[in-house]
């Protein structure tokens, strides 16, 4: 099957009629993309297909417990007058009675009375059929049967539901019954067992067969019971689902509004005061090194020159004093040696030493002007050049500790201005409590419902087990016709044959389911040791998985993120082992996930999923990046627009960033 358009007529939120292509424009590109916010229409597009194809029996997620006609009334609109009525549009191809054929199923009503008139048309080729319209339900069970579309229409709740360990056995049944047509072998023991009664119940006298009746509609009454409390529980599913995704859109709404910064401004406000001592301290110790010797860091080259000055001055006054000595030792040697010297060596000595006193006069000649202390001279050594070095390092250091400091602090004030005031927050507050109140409710529902579940399942064993050994009495006791005993005995080995084919249909098929679905997790799993192979239970459909080492792994110990993964190869596998080529409908896809699972699963489910993917989501679970990752796959882009001022939603081309043009009827 592969759809060719979708046409909305009045429906929910659609005013007017409009007319979307979602024709693949080739197989490298199977991918059809809405985008739509929350509210927008993105459901009301899923329901729409599923309404076309099954009507009565379609299974709507806006329908909860509604009658379908109330629920055909409250689909019409509320823009409109309800005599418009609204209608829905499927165009689809596939392949029937050995031909490929284009069908157009075009199903409309209008309020009449107190109840709803629907019309069902459809085409075959452009030719309408009376006759195709009348054999509707069953036409469709061949192209798409009803209980195995769950694996190809489904959204962000079906994946949770199988990620969900409790609730994922139940749906893995469901659809593996429907996908070997075990369902049916279960409605044909039934009629057996009913078969098989009837004729014991021939055989036997009035009073035991009294007894029988009585047992019969004692089995009746608790198989209805059990009925309205499966009911009552899938009811109560349905209300915590919808409880849920009222909690997360209270949650959302809170978060965009400032919430988490509200409900963190005490912490903010402790960060910053932390931040102020920290800044205190910082100007403190810049303070101190100021009231020191670092102002002399700004005169490196004078200090220098002092330096240079004080040591040329202690040099020079050694001079004089080595000059004074050496004066007086001149004196003393000439007086001593002078009666021994010839006149010309007098001479020569006297010259060399009038020359030695020049220069040493020379040194000792330096200006000397700063006359300062030892203790002076000492400090001077002391600071030049490592402890002011050491100094100016230090202060570089606190200034950019103080940089820092005030950088935080500036994000910090930026943060505490962003926060909502109390009042503009409350009732975002107050509708998060009441959605969680909500939740609670429903949640504490559907235990008590799951336990008369429970309890029904018992009543009817137990009055199922009273009516067999009833009838197995009965049949003991009397003796029956030959042909209610010849009946009798070739049902009970129908059912017997039966049960063996149901247990070699599962053995011989779960072996290849189990292959598709780890193949498909496999194909999704960033960590390739985490799961090595898993099992499904025959009898409970339990999930069994085992890591790398060969160890079972129990499913608690996967992220949240895993476990949808997980989901989504449950539904990958299933519908790769349904061998049908039918077009994959994903509502809000990836609404849990973080970021690297997220593109695991637009890198490698979405393109591969089937040869049309139509995607409905908003504008944070598939968003720039994520667009990029598809856009080599992606065929169509459309975005819903919800219009406040008209009460409607419009379908343009493109997507949240790239619009190209409108496209409406």
């Known amino acids: 099957m592969l759809l060719r358009e979708i046409v909305l007529h009045n429906f929910g939120g659609y005013r007017g009629r409009h007319v979307i292509d979602v024709t693949p424009p080739d197989v490298s590109r199977p991918i059809i993309l809405f985008g739509g916010l929350n509210g927008a229409g993105k459901t009301t597009l899923l329901d729409s297909m599923q309404l076309a194809l099954y009507g009565r029996r379609a299974r709507c997620a806006g329908r909860g417990n509604l009658a379908y006609e109330e629920y055909l009334r409250r689909c019409i609109n509320r823009s409109v007058s309800l005599r418009e009525g609204a209608a829905v549009e499927l165009c689809f191809e596939a392949t029937f009675d050995g031909a490929p054929s284009l069908f157009r199923v075009h199903r409309s009503w209008e309020p009449k009375g107190s109840g709803v008139r629907e019309h069902l048309d459809v085409s075959r080729d452009n030719i309408d059929s009376m006759l195709l319209a ?32 409790e609730r994922a056995g139940l749906v893995i049944s469901t659809a593996i019954d429907s996908l070997l047509g075990l369902n049916l072998l279960d409605r044909l023991t039934v009629d057996l067992n009913a078969l098989e009664r009837k004729k014991r119940a021939l055989s036997a006298d009035d009073s035991v067969r009294e007894r029988l009746e009585l047992l019969d509609a004692e089995v009746a009454a608790a198989r209805a019971d059990r009925a309205r409390a499966l009911q009552e529980r899938a009811a109560r599913l349905n209300d915590v689902d919808r409880a849920e995704l009222g909690h997360r859109s209270a949650k959302d709404a809170f978060r965009k509004h400032g919430g988490e910064l509200f409900e963190k401004r005490g912490e903010v406000d402790r960060q910053r005061a932390a931040l102020r001592v920290r800044l205190l301290d910082a100007e403190h110790q810049l303070v101190d090194a100021a009231a020191s010797s670092l102002p002399l860091c700004l005169v490196p080259d004078l200090l220098k020159q002092v330096v240079e000055q004080r040591r040329n001055e202690r040099n020079g006054a050694a001079a004089e004093l080595v000059n004074a000595l050496l004066e007086q030792r001149d004196t003393a040697m000439l007086s001593s040696i002078e009666s021994t010297l010839s006149k010309g060596a007098r001479s020569k000595l006297l010259e060399f030493l009038d020359a030695d006193r020049d220069r040493r006069e020379g040194e000792a000649t330096q200006p000397r002007y700063l006359a300062v202390s030892a203790d002076v001279d000492e400090r001077l050594a002391y600071l030049w050049p490592n402890e002011l070095e050491r100094l100016a390092a230090h202060t570089r250091e606190l200034l950019v500790v ?235 882009t459309y975005e819903l627009r919800y219009d406040d001022n008209t009460s409607s939603t419009r379908v343009v081309d493109g997507y949240f960033w790239h619009e190209e043009g409108a496209h409406v009827a």
């Open 134 to 165: 009348e054999r509707w339900d069953e036409i469709v069970e061949e192209l798409m049967p009803l209980d195995i579309a769950s694996l190809f229409f489904f959204d962000g709740e079906k994946i949770e539901a199988l990620a969900d360990p």
């Open 402 to 636: 103080r940089q820092h400091v005030e950088d935080d602090l500036d994000e910090v004030d930026r943060t505490l201005a962003a926060v909502p005031a109390a009042d503009a927050i409350a009732v975002f507050s107050q509708n998060c409590d009441e959605a969680l109140r909500l939740l609670t409710q429903v949640q504490a529902r559907l235990a008590l419902a799951s336990d008369h579940v429970d309890e029904a399942n018992t009543k009817v064993m137990d009055r199922e087990g009273k009516l067999d050994r009833a009838y197995r009495d009965a049949s003991m006791a009397l003796a029956a016709e030959e042909d209610a005993h010849r009946i009798v005995d070739h049902a009970g080995r129908v059912r017997e044959t039966l049960e063996r084919y149901r247990r070699s249909l599962l053995d011989r098929h779960l072996s290849r389911i189990e292959a598709a679905v780890l193949d498909s997790l496999r194909s999704l799993l960033r960590k390739q040791r985490l799961i090595s192979d898993l099992r499904l239970d025959p009898d409970t459909f339990a999930l069994a998985l085992f890591d790398g080492d060969g160890n079972r792994l129990a499913t608690e110990r996967l992220s949240a993120g895993e476990r949808q993964l997980l989901a989504v190869a449950l539904l990958w596998g299933l519908a790769r082992v349904s061998g049908r080529e039918l077009p994959t409908i994903i509502d809000t896809p990836l609404g849990r996930l973080d970021s690297t699972h997220r593109r695991l699963i637009a890198d490698r489910y979405f393109p591969n999923a089937s040869r049309q993917v139509l995607l409905l989501s908003t504008d944070e679970e598939i968003d720039e990046r994520l667009l990029e990752v598809l856009r080599p796959s992606i065929g169509r």
